[in-house]
């Protein structure tokens, strides 16, 4: 008799107690302003959210420890593009998310499609792109009008956005004689590198991995390779001084402070060019897509996914919170805290357009999205990359012998993974 | 007056009152690491990725043979040897010689005693992250110093050897004052009059030094070195934050290495075999200090 | 004579301390620069203002991590000095055959990285529900605190002579009051200095706290990381933050050191 009025107890206290969500997401003002909205959203469905923000690295290795096919510490992870194919199979695929009670299921016209293949493995969806990352080119408008006509008589054509790669060695070339230099690299040791490995290879007609059948092949064309390497040597030649160890901070201090003419740029880090307090140049910038390779014009896409682990057990809840920040709304609010947005009806927003003119540039970039190799083990393979495109673009090796050891050593890889 | 280990007890076996002052410590340190050592012990012998379950095998002393097998491991180890063998010697007679140096009563001594430590307190992030800032070309404060006194700007962190001084010379920086402090405590604990006597016996200041203090202090500056180089044997985060282990591999420390193979490359098994590795020369390098230098005996 | 030598001392003192805290004004200046300013080359041009510090504060969960920080700080430091202590006082006064295995034992848990105890620890506070909560830290870090503690004040402990405890146990004292009445005091220099290092250890430790902690026991160091941003750190708001919680630890130490008076031992010993 006393058990079951335990049983009644516990079974009439599970149903009165709200369902609590456990999310994990990476730090930044994006996600600081969604924390602070989040009061909203449990107010209107009385679902509770424990919100943890972790710095991005912290975030994958938490995600790791944390989830897996049997148990899971949380109900929505934040996943980075690059390892959804490592996690693939502990993600509930996106068709299988349940409807939104609250808050619309966003599709694939309410999100760019090329953001959702980010989230994609062998062809299913397993997650919800929240953010359109992807890599945006910047130019400087205010040299453009300063130099237009000593620009026209030395070349022969108009100074503008860089539209060609071919442009762009003439238009970087010209401003490093002015003192200005022409061009921002990407040099340190760090994903970063890879991604401007993938950008050059790719803009000169080469990948590196394919899957076919099932099988990993590495398909880098050695004599585009060796191009994209000796283009990239060339521009070194016109960006400043200590270019050869560039990160993000170096690149963007330099960028603000008026060095550099023109290069690329992940929209989240825009906000900090546009702000008169980092930077000189605020205001004072183009955005458009990426220059054209000899090849084709492509840029490299790094979007944040949402997903739901298949062991979750608050599948709906999880969904529901999902739905909600992705929707216009609070879209709208987000933005204004530094959301890079990935649903057209916000890029293409006419209010938004003058305060935030990268975001045309954004969806017109990701009509060129490519993403970097897609494989299970994709961080041995990125440092790989990273290692010899480094090396070859900063001189310490010959461009030959930097794709033959990344081809021998990628191999290798594969090899050790039974591919 | 004596130094050197006093012993009471000469029954064999664990005296009970010995129990009383031993087993909190045991109980604590027990508790919460018994598992967690031997359960990196037993991931050793497995390939573990820690994302696919599936993938788990019982592979017993292969990680072991791959890391002997394994170029990448031996650099490492060679990075992280050298980087001991430079950095602490010269952090201990940094340590030493101030430490002498402070060794009277001056006006604001205690003050700068604790100001001076603060690069050791300081989180490990924000000073690897600072030295990066530093060192930058045409902005870094460091350069801007070296050019104003006329010499040319480095891109320290873009050269193999340049960036793996640079990550010496900032745990020099960082922990000098730590080797201080303990020699510091320990030279408060030399009765001054033996130093007054040997001063009035004509004995000049490097003979006091050289045969009365450094052998008096040779237990604490071997515990300094010992405790010193277990921490830098597994030194992380300034070095992460300052290079992510590069440019190439140039200053991927053995620790680093440990951390891209469980982290990055999610290879638990193999990161845990290295661990136990790195522990076993820790432990063996112990054991040269200890038995030099002290008698626990 | 004698004072005039030690006003040099002192500007000796001082010299030493700008040259090695350069680094550190510079993170304190960032402090108070605008990010523009920060990458500006002269470090000490610039125009002044608490941005910075405001952005800090309202970061939600920067007090949180400091209260939890000062919390499992403190509590870890009282625990593995007086657990710590003790062990290193059976271990330096009784002689007993496991003795040395003992020693090296507690030395091995220090020995392994962080990162591969790590998940392990998780697995050990998950099951016992411990996850997110502050005695877990403070649990984690006695493990490899009491060690650093057992084998930092090992040669203090040897170099403090027999005479007093024989001379205390004929006059009818038990064991555990000469250690805590006597043997406690006299080894001063040591206990403050471990305490010092146990201290800073505890505060600045990342790993253990990522792993165990969440949303409630969050440390300082995890909130202030969130500053190295995904792409680019905050720099500004990372110097700020790290400039802000060195207060606690800098007071802490200035008020243990005044304890660290040189010739206390001298005077105990003739006595």
Known sequence: MRKFSVLITLLIATFLIATTINVLVWDDAHTEAVKSLIKVFEKETGIKVNFEMLPSRSVLEKTAIGVSSQKTDYDLVAIDEPFIPQFSDLLLPYDEWPEGSKYKKPSLKVVLPEAFRAAEWKGVIRGLPINGNVYVWMARKDLIEKYQDEFKKEYGYDLGFPDTFDQLIDMAKFFTKKGIYGFGPFTIKSEGATCEAIFMFESFGTSVLELKDGKYKVVLDKEKAVKAIEFYKELLKYSPPGATAYGHSERIAAFNQGKIFTMFQWPAIIPSHENPDESLVAGKILYGPPPAGPEKRVAIRGCWILAIPKASKNKKAAAEFAYWWASKEMGKKLVKAGMTPVREDLLLDPELRSEKPWFVAIFQSMKYAVARPRFEKYPEVSDVIQRYWISAVTGQITPEEAIDKMVEEIKNVLRKYGY | ?297 | MKKITKYLIMFAAIAILLIELFPIIIIFLNGFKRDIDIWSGNPFQFKFTLKSYKKIFEKSDFLIGLKNSLIVGLANTVISILAGSMASYGISRYKFKSRKFLAYSFLISRMIPQISLAVPLYMLFRSMGLTDTVIALILAYTSFNIPYVVWLLLPFFNSIPIEFEEAALVDGCSRKQIFWKIFFPLAAPGIIVASIFVFITSWNEFIYALVLTGIRSKTAPIVISAFLGQFAPEWGQISAAGTFVLIPIFVFTLALQKYLIKGLMAGGIKG
């Not at chain 2, 990196?40 to 696919?52: C, G, N, Q, R």
């Open chain 2, 1 to 297: 007056m004596s130094s050197g280990s006093m012993v009471i007890k000469r029954k064999p076996g664990v005296a009970p009152q010995a129990l009383y002052f031993l087993v909190p410590a045991i109980i604590l340190v027990g508790f919460v690491l018994i598992f967690p050592i031997i359960f990196a012990f037993f991931l050793s012998t497995f390939k573990w990725p820690l994302v696919e379950t599936e993938n788990r095998q019982f592979i017993f002393v292969d990680n072991y043979i791959n890391i002997f097998k394994d170029k990448e491991f031996w650099h490492a180890l060679y990075l992280q040897i050298g980087f001991i063998l430079i950095a602490i010697p010269i952090e201990l007679v940094i340590g030493f010689s101030v430490a002498l140096l402070f060794n009277r009563s001056f006006p604001f001594a205690t003050l700068i005693r604790s100001l001076l430590l603060l690069p050791v307190f300081v989180l490990p992030v924000l000073s690897g992250l600072t030295w990066r800032l530093m060192l930058q070309p045409e902005y870094g404060p460091l350069n801007y110093l070296i050019s104003k006194l006329g010499f040319k700007q480095l891109t320290w962190l873009a050269d193999p050897k340049l960036a793996y001084t640079a990550i010496i010379i900032q745990d020099i920086w960082r922990m000098w004052p730590f080797m201080f402090m303990i020699i510091y405590a320990g030279l408060t604990t030399i009765p001054k009059d033996l130093i007054e006597a040997a001063k009035l016996d004509g004995a000049r200041f490097r003979d006091r030094v050289f045969k009365i203090i450094i052998p008096l202090l040779k237990p604490t500056i071997a515990t300094a070195l010992l405790l010193r180089i277990i921490d830098a044997l597994r030194i992380f985060s300034e070095v992460f934050i300052m290079t992510e282990g590069g440019p190439g591999n140039a200053t991927t420390l053995l620790s680093i290495y440990i951390y891209r193979q469980a982290f990055r490359y999610f290879n638990m098994g193999y990161s845990s075999a290295m661990a136990i590795v790195l522990m076993l020369i820790s432990l063996i390098i112990a054991l040269a200090i200890v038995s030099k230098n002290f008698e626990v005996e």
